[in-house]
């Protein structure tokens, strides 16, 4: 079973608007990363994000964790056509072998001009 | 700097044909996984390996099996292939700095595979 989910499923919103994704999770974490997939390519690391840590930013991003809750947010800011992604949070869980990531099936963000 | 390399791209197998798929990364990571991306399931961990000449299962690792040949290199072998495997087969490395302070993960572009 997957690890995280996220939600909504999918996301449309226009240029310049913010886009909010959740992911909420089973069990309990050492990490937790938020990756972007364009179509037809490979993943791609945006942030990561420690159990003990709460908030994290870079650039248009932000991430919050709530590990009472088990949940995590990602924010992103001023959207732009680019934008336009699947996005994963993957965990990496404490009862499982260091490094092995749990992928959630993913938000479908869709940014139109 | 080519980072994580999968071959092949595309391969289209038969049914009970068997194939290998090649990973090789050049950051000097112990770490390596391989993942099967089915549509709505996100990605799946078929295996992994910590450290040269070690492997682990993950979630799906039947009709899988695989080989660590060096620290660069991660191969996953479909012995025979099954409709079941069609997929998207992604491989990826990450370092591991210390104890619990595993970073991110690095993909390749993956392979699309159709068995038919």
């Known amino acids: 079973s997957q690890q995280g989910e996220e939600d909504p499923q999918a996301l449309s919103i226009q240029e310049g608007e913010n886009a909010t994704m959740n992911c909420s999770y089973k069990t309990s974490i050492n990490n937790l990363q938020w990756y972007r997939q364009n179509s037809g390519r490979g993943l791609v690391h945006l942030i990561l994000?420690?159990?003990?840590?709460r908030e994290k930013h870079s650039g248009r991003l932000r991430v919050t964790l709530d590990t009472s809750k088990k949940s995590s947010s990602l924010l992103i800011t001023a959207s732009r056509a680019a934008d336009t992604a699947s996005y994963f949070c993957?965990?990496?869980?404490?009862?499982?072998?260091?490094?092995?990531?749990?992928f959630g099936a993913g938000t479908q963000v869709v940014v139109t001009p | 700097n080519a980072g994580v390399t999968q071959t092949p791209k595309f391969q289209v197998l038969k049914t009970g044909q068997s194939m290998t798929l090649q990973c090789a990364q050049d950051m000097n990571h112990n770490s390596m996984y391989w993942y099967r991306q089915d549509p709505g399931m996100g990605l799946r961990l078929i295996y992994y390996s910590a450290s040269e000449g070690t492997t682990d299962k993950g979630e799906v690792p039947n009709g899988y099996n695989v080989s660590r040949l060096n620290k660069r290199e991660f191969s996953l072998r479909l012995e025979s292939a099954a409709p079941s495997q069609t997929s998207v087969y992604f491989c990826a490395s990450s370092d591991d700095r210390g104890f619990a302070i595993y970073t991110e993960a690095f993909f390749g572009q993956g392979t699309r595979l159709t068995v038919v």
């Open positions: 993957a965990t990496d869980r404490t009862t499982d072998s260091w490094g092995k990531l749990q």
């Open positions: 994000i420690r159990s003990n840590e």
